[in-house]
């Protein structure tokens, strides 16, 4: 069984459907990355960028009283 | 306990006020993390988010509740997000990240510059700011794709109707969004150990 290539792996990887598809594919895929360290080490750097935009989404914390503003100017009637 | 979905929209409907306190209440926290994950800034995210509720409720009349709130709520902030984007700058229209991505690999695919390994990966206090430097080199379309996938953790479908593009559509965002930020990260590290 010929084993997909790297940049096809590190394609599946990057746009998120490593886990999609066929068995079959899911199984090439994996056995590759298994087999191949390149690639687990890129696999790693994707899982870092994934967990680092959460780093970042949570770096800010709304103004204290965001909410409390907004409530007001949406229960304002004319 | 919160009263069911249809009950809360006929609330809204009529605006009323408790409703209008508990939607925001629920709301506003995900959706301003979402509008500064587009790289709007504090004052710019803020109006968004209200502007976002304002839509909402001038067109709760329309909603059918096909998709849920949260949804419908999030598909109103990035058209907004995007089209005030579109206004602040011009957004290159080719992508150099396709480029790079493809220039790591041989002919037949194989790694030719290698990822770096762990070992060069900074642990320190400089790495949050590295990681907002470089979200900061996504466009809005790749951060928004990137935010709801791993911090609102949505389906993909689900984004496809927040963001109005294909799966497809979806798969080069999401490519381009990690590749880059990956290619940043590296140099990154790189350049603070020569």
């Known amino acids: 069984m010929i084993l997909p290539s790297c940049k096809d792996v590190a394609q599946a990887l990057s746009r998120g459907d490593f886990d999609e598809g066929s068995w079959l594919r899911r199984l090439r895929l994996r056995l590759h990355v298994f087999v191949c360290y390149v690639c687990r080490r890129y696999k790693a750097q994707i899982e870092f960028v994934n967990r680092g935009m959460r780093v970042v989404s949570e770096a800010k914390a709304p103004a204290p009283d965001f909410q409390a503003r907004l409530i007001d100017k949406l229960t304002k009637r004319e | ?194």
């Open chain 2, 1 to 194: 306990m919160a009263p069911p979905v249809s009950e809360e929209i006929q609330a809204l409907k009529k605006r009323d006020n408790e409703a209008v306190r508990r939607l925001v209440a629920d709301h506003s926290g995900a959706l301003l993390a979402g509008a500064m994950s587009m790289g709007f800034c504090q004052a710019d995210a803020e109006e968004l988010v209200q502007d976002t509720f304002v839509a909402f409720l001038e067109g709760v009349e329309r909603f059918e509740g096909r998709s849920s709130v949260k949804t419908f709520l999030f598909g109103i902030l990035y058209n907004k997000g995007l089209t005030l984007r579109r206004r602040q700058r011009k957004e290159e229209a080719s992508e150099k990240i396709e480029e790079i991505f493809d220039a790591r690999f041989g002919a037949l695919g194989v790694w030719t510059t290698f990822p770096r390994g762990p070992e060069h990966e900074a642990l320190n206090a400089e790495l949050k700011a590295w990681l907002e430097d470089c979200a900061g080199t996504l466009t809005s379309e790749q951060r928004a794709a990137l935010h709801l996938k791993e911090v609102e953790g949505e389906e993909t479908s689900a984004i496809c109707r927040i963001l109005e593009v294909t799966a497809n559509n979806l798969g080069v965002l999401l490519f381009r969004a990690r590749n880059k930020m990956r290619e940043c990260l590296e140099g990154k590290s790189k350049g603070g150990e020569a």
